[in-house]
């Protein structure tokens, strides 16, 4: 396992506006400028993120998610890690977080994916699941329907064939389970995920707050290799250590228009 601290840019996460507050939303946060255009050094910063947590290569479906950090943040941490994915093939970033919004903003500003013969991602059970392709040529799914928080088995029952179907036609796949996911949604996704990664603020590493969790989590889910630390100040690094011995709050309801 590896920890990898990520100096979070919060002034960006601010200018863009909170779940509830004005901005254009937090999903590109960490990839564009004010004013929409690449951000070079916050690209840089998340391919040295991705690099970290993964040593040995580039990892072909990795899972997101956390307990305690807000889903704004895990969600553009996600978008991030998929837009700094290799080139040369199809990259799809999935959001499964419960009652979030945070990817409307993304997903209303993309191109809707139709059915067709020819159209990206045209094998598999896709009839409840909306598939957009933003400006960057970045693939995006999640479900039709919100899947409910605090509903133990609230997640899509075609799920574990539809990341298995991703899997098939893509080269990277980001999954975002957001903050705290069911038990059930996080064992559906371990068992066709290659890397599991918990985001913490750094705090609850200095406080020991995740010890136990990190261990029992290693336990139970294989696919557990590292851990996103959250940094509080907005210097550009990246550092990666590996560790000993990872567990998912914040309901929302979001609308959906069926593709």
Not at 13 to 28: N, Y
Not at 36 to 59: F, I, K, S, W
Not at 125 to 145: N, T
């Amino acid at each position: 396992q590896r920890r990898v601290e990520f100096r979070l840019p919060l002034d960006r996460i601010a200018r863009r506006g909170g779940e509830d507050g004005p901005g254009r939303g937090p999903t590109a946060a960490l990839v564009e400028t004010a004013d929409g255009a690449p951000d070079a050094e916050g690209l840089a910063r998340l391919g040295a993120l991705a690099a970290a947590l993964a040593p040995r290569g580039p990892v072909g479906m990795r899972v997101l998610f956390s307990n305690t950090v807000p889903t704004v943040l895990t969600a553009a941490l996600a978008h991030g890690l998929a837009r700094v994915a290799p080139s040369g093939g199809r990259v799809v970033l999935v959001d499964l977080a419960q009652d979030s919004t945070a990817l409307d903003d993304a997903f209303a500003a993309a191109e809707l994916v139709e059915e067709a013969p020819a159209a990206p991602l045209a094998v598999g059970p896709w009839d409840g699941w909306e598939r957009v392709r933003d400006a960057a040529g970045l693939l995006m799914l999640r479900p039709i329907e919100p899947i409910p928080a605090g509903d133990p088995s609230g997640h899509p029952d075609d799920l574990v064939s539809v990341l298995e179907s991703l899997e098939d036609e893509a080269r990277t796949i980001v999954v975002h389970l957001g903050r705290e996911p069911t038990a059930a949604l996080l064992f559906d996704v371990a068992a066709v995920a290659d890397q599991m990664v918990l985001v913490v603020d750094a705090q609850d590493v200095v406080d020991g707050r995740v010890s136990e969790e990190i261990d029992v989590m290693s336990y139970l889910l294989p696919p557990f290799d590292g851990l996103i630390v959250l940094g509080r100040d907005d210097e550009p690094a990246v550092d990666a250590e590996p560790i000993e011995g990872a567990s998912p709050s914040e309901p929302r309801r979001r609308r959906r228009a069926a593709v």
